[in-house]
C-alpha cells in the first residue's frame, strides 16, 4: 500500500542465521506492528511500536526482537532462524485515535514479506 | 485484551447465493471492528470497518456488516456472490485507544469463502 513498504519481499535463510525485515513507512504514524501469517491462525501480532523506542511485545513475540529507532522505520529481528518461524511477515501502521468529525482512523498493511528458513 | 472468534473455517457457496460469514469478539473496553479480504497470493485489503455511529456498515464490493454489541458480533453478508468472491475473509477487532495494547489489532483465524458455479 502507497506509503508503507516492506523489505525483502521475499527471503530463504538458514536455520540458525540472523535475519531482519525492514517496515518503511511515509505517513509519520506513531503506531507500527508486526504481524506473521500461518494458515489455521490468521495473523497474529509479534512486536508493536508506539513511539521511536518504546516497543513492546504481542501475542508471539519469542525469538523475535524489533527496533524503532527513526519514526520511520521499524526492524523486526530473529536472532537465529528456526524452521518454525517460515511465515509470512506483514508490518501494519495506524493512526493512534479516531474523534469523530476529523481524520479517519484504521490500519494500514504492507504487502507482506515471505520468509522460509531451511 | 481483545479477543476475536469466526465461527467457520470454511464456507461453500454457490454463485449468486446469499452468504454470511460470522464474527464474534470479545473485549472488556469499546471496540472498533474491521473485516479484510486475502485473495490468494496476495495482502489483506479492507472490506469495511465500524468506529461508531450506525451499526450497519457498508463496504466495497457490495458487502455490508452489521454491529451488534448486545451479541458481541460483527457478521459479514452479501446477497449475492461471485466466483470472484472466493477469498480468505478476517474479522479483526481494536480497543478504542486509550494507550497500551489495547489499541493493537487483534485477527480472527479467518474464513475461506469458496464460490462454486
Redesign the interface.
Known amino acids: 500500500?502507497a506509503g508503507i513498504t516492506q523489505s525483502p519481499r521475499h527471503k530463504v535463510t538458514e536455520t540458525g542465521t540472523p535475519v531482519t525485515l525492514r517496515c518503511h513507512q511515509t505517513e509519520n504514524h506513531r503506531?507500527m506492528?508486526w504481524?506473521r501469517q500461518d494458515p489455521?491462525?490468521?495473523?497474529?501480532?509479534i512486536h508493536?511500536s508506539?513511539g521511536v523506542k518504546d516497543t513492546?511485545k504481542?501475542e508471539v513475540s519469542d525469538g523475535y526482537s524489533v527496533s524503532r529507532s527513526k519514526t520511520e522505520d521499524f526492524l523486526l529481528t530473529l536472532e537465529s532462524a528456526t524452521s518454525s518461524q517460515t511465515s509470512v511477515y506483514?508490518c501494519?501502521i495506524?493512526d493512534?485515535?479516531?474523534k469523530?468529525g476529523q481524520r479517519d482512523?484504521?490500519?494500514t498493511?504492507?504487502?507482506?514479506t515471505r520468509l522460509t528458513v531451511v | 485484551a481483545q479477543s476475536v472468534t469466526?465461527l467457520d473455517?470454511q464456507v461453500p457457496v454457490f454463485e449468486e447465493a446469499p452468504v454470511e460469514l460470522r464474527c464474534n469478539y470479545s473485549s472488556s473496553v469499546s471496540v472498533?471492528l474491521?473485516w479484510y479480504v486475502q485473495y490468494p497470493n496476495q495482502?489483506?485489503q479492507?472490506l469495511l470497518?465500524y468506529?461508531?455511529?450506525s451499526t450497519l456498515v457498508k463496504g466495497i464490493n457490495g458487502f455490508e456488516a452489521e454491529f451488534n454489541k448486545s451479541q458481541t458480533s460483527f457478521h459479514l453478508r452479501k446477497p449475492s456472490v461471485h466466483i470472484s468472491d472466493t477469498a480468505e475473509y478476517?474479522c479483526?477487532v481494536?480497543g478504542?485507544?486509550y494507550?497500551?495494547?489495547q489499541?493493537?489489532?487483534?485477527?480472527?483465524?479467518?474464513t475461506k469463502l469458496s464460490v462454486k458455479p
Open positions: 500500500d503506531y506492528y504481524y489455521g491462525h490468521g495473523l497474529r501480532l508493536y508506539y513492546d504481542g506483514f501494519a495506524s493512534p485515535i479516531y469523530p482512523y484504521g490500519y498493511f504492507g504487502s507482506g | 469466526q473455517s472498533y474491521f495482502g489483506l479492507l470497518k468506529l461508531s455511529g478476517f479483526a481494536s478504542r485507544n494507550g497500551g495494547s489499541g493493537n489489532l487483534i485477527f480472527g483465524k479467518g
